[in-house]
């Protein structure tokens, strides 16, 4: 038999924290690419825009108005796909039709003032501002009894569906566990039972050790493209220490933590030269009461970009009905990542 070589054959990948598999086809990128790699419109848009529902000052929907802020700003999502009052728990459990009540919280955060900004171009004490609201939502909706769990999250760009560029991120706290952060839970809970360690952190030591997969680090995080990311740019960003919520972050981890979320989200921004677009969230320990030893605090990123500001990964065909496939590999994809600037394009673009 032909002796295995990972950035040639085709393999499987476990991911241990979700308990999935993914499907890997390194030698598919040996192959022809005829489509060109187009640059994406240049985006100038005003600091200011008047018809922005996030900006300073403007209206919103109902008879709202933003207040004249001038750092993060949150608010009560007008549309929230949760509401606080109702009913809650399991209203039917017959065989086939389980239906549970839920209550919570949505709410949308800006990042800035500014409208034509995004994380990358803000200054550190700026994305610093970002990561003490952040905490302080989950400090704060994580201490009601009627919120089990806590999400923090950014949609950024018009391919991830978000509908303004105002640079903003929504904050969705349930009664219950959602469904992602709950299957990380009990895998983080087994491998404490069964290994008396902390999942995440004995992970990252084998990484650290590794090095092919680390995309940027300083003293207290690290960004690595995980060995079994399924989109083609996928980033986990980790604490290098145990920590088990945002709140919990200290204040100079709250601060290097400003510092790599510029670092490594221009080095997406200098991928294609383009506003890279992403999902991005925070996972902790979750806000039930419970124990939560066993988590270890991470953020993940995942970006639908593959080729250029324009050609994106469709996850449909085998990625529905089979499993998650992806072409170029974790390693190669963090090697393109490290050798990028931290310049960002738009500002070494004015250098003479
Ligand atoms: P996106 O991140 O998907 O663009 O979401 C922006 C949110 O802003 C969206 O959830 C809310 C929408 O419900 N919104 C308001 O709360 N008030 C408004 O006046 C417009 C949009
Ligand atoms: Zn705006």
């Known amino acids: 038999m032909i002796p295995y070589d990972p950035t040639e054959h085709p393999h499987?990948?476990?991911n241990p924290l979700m308990d999935e598999w993914v499907l890997v086809s390194p030698h598919r990128t040996k192959r022809p690419w005829q489509g060109q790699v187009e640059k994406a419109l240049p985006d100038e848009r005003p600091a200011y825009d008047p018809a922005c529902y996030l900006c300073p000052g403007n209206a919103r929907a109902g008879n709202a108005h933003n207040p004249e802020y001038a750092s993060t700003f949150v608010f009560e999502n007008?549309?929230?796909?949760?509401?606080?009052?109702?009913?809650?728990?399991?209203?039917?459990?017959?065989?086939?039709?389980?239906?549970?009540?839920?209550?919570?919280?949505?709410?949308v955060m800006c990042f800035s003032p500014r409208h034509d900004l995004t994380l990358p171009r803000m200054t550190v004490d700026e994305i610093r501002a970002v990561v003490d609201m952040w905490a302080a939502q989950v400090a704060e909706l994580g201490a009601r009894d009627d919120i089990g769990y806590v999400q923090v999250f950014e949609n950024k760009g018009a391919?991830?569906?978000?509908?303004?560029?105002?640079?903003?991120?929504?904050?969705?706290?349930?009664?219950?566990?959602?469904?992602?952060p709950a299957r990380e839970d009990?895998?983080?809970?087994?491998?404490?039972?069964?290994?008396?360690?902390?999942?995440?952190?004995?992970?990252?030591?084998?990484?650290?050790?590794?090095?092919?997969?680390?995309?940027?680090?300083?003293?207290?995080?690290?960004?690595?493209?995980p060995f079994w990311a399924v989109w083609p740019f996928e980033l986990m960003l980790l604490p290098r220490q145990h920590v088990t919520t945002l709140p919990d972050l200290s204040a100079s981890q709250r601060e290097s933590l400003a510092s790599i979320l510029k670092r490594l989200l221009t080095r997406y921004?200098?991928?294609?030269?383009?506003?890279?677009?992403?999902?991005?969230?925070?996972?902790?320990?979750?806000?039930?009461?419970?124990?939560?030893?066993?988590?270890?605090?991470?953020?993940?990123?995942?970006?639908p970009l593959l080729r250029s500001?324009?050609?994106?990964?469709?996850?449909?065909?085998?990625?529905?009905?089979?499993?998650?496939?992806?072409?170029?590999?974790?390693?190669?994809?963090?090697?393109?990542?490290?050798?990028?600037?931290?310049?960002?394009?738009?500002?070494?673009?004015?250098?003479?």
């Open 78 to 107: 007008d549309f929230a796909a949760l509401l606080p009052d109702g009913p809650h728990g399991r209203v039917d459990a017959s065989r086939f039709f389980h239906t549970e009540a839920e209550t919570g919280v949505c709410r």
């Open 12 to 14: 499987r990948r476990y």
């Open 309 to 352: 500001a324009t050609v994106k990964k469709f996850m449909v065909g085998y990625e529905l009905l089979g499993m998650p496939q992806r072409d170029i590999t974790a390693e190669q994809a963090a090697a393109r990542l490290r050798a990028l600037s931290e310049v960002h394009y738009m500002e070494s673009a004015r250098e003479p």
């Open 186 to 225: 009990v895998s983080q809970r087994r491998y404490a039972e069964e290994h008396g360690g902390v999942m995440l952190l004995d992970y990252l030591a084998d990484e650290v050790a590794a090095g092919e997969r680390i995309v940027v680090e300083n003293e207290n995080w690290v960004a690595l493209a």
């Open 159 to 180: 391919m991830m569906g978000c509908s303004n560029p105002h640079p903003h991120g929504q904050i969705w706290a349930n009664r219950t566990v959602p469904m992602y």
């Open 269 to 303: 921004d200098n991928l294609f030269e383009t506003s890279f677009p992403y999902s991005m969230g925070w996972h902790g320990a979750p806000a039930d009461g419970r124990d939560g030893s066993h988590w270890q605090l991470h953020a993940h990123f995942y970006p």
